[in-house]
């Protein structure tokens, strides 16, 4: 069985900073794509940031220069450093697991199949 767990999420103050994990157990995700989605009330799920096998990785706009996603093969744990926080970024983040599409050479996409629960985000002004 798949599951993701995520972990690190709390209250910090404009200008701090949080590290989420997500831990990874039943999947190799050494070979799949990981990635962070974030979803604020009444707005639309929005990808953060991901990671793929080859180890480059990709990340939203809103995000660039601040938040560094990584991973640890051997704790099978994928990591979402997120530093100079703003309040935008409250939100519940999500972390997600699944292969390249077929047309990851046109589209650079990833088929997410495996989610974690979530957890909550707050940047406080």
């Known amino acids: 069985q798949v599951r993701l767990v995520e972990s690190g999420g709390g209250s910090v103050q404009a200008g701090g900073s949080l590290r989420l994990s997500c831990e990874v157990s039943g999947y190799s995700h050494s070979s799949s794509c990981m990635a962070w989605f974030r979803q604020a009330p009444g707005k639309e799920r929005e990808g953060v940031a991901r990671?793929?096998?080859?180890?480059?990785?990709y990340y939203g706009d809103s995000v660039k220069g601040r938040f560094t996603i990584s991973q640890d093969n051997a704790r099978n744990t994928v990591y979402l450093q997120m530093n100079s926080l703003i309040p935008e970024d409250t939100a519940m983040y999500y972390c997600a697991a699944g292969p390249k599409t077929m047309d990851w050479v046109l589209t650079r996409t990833c088929q997410y199949n495996y989610w974690g629960q979530g957890t909550q985000v707050t940047v406080s002004s």
């Open positions: 990671i793929i096998p080859e180890g480059r990785s």
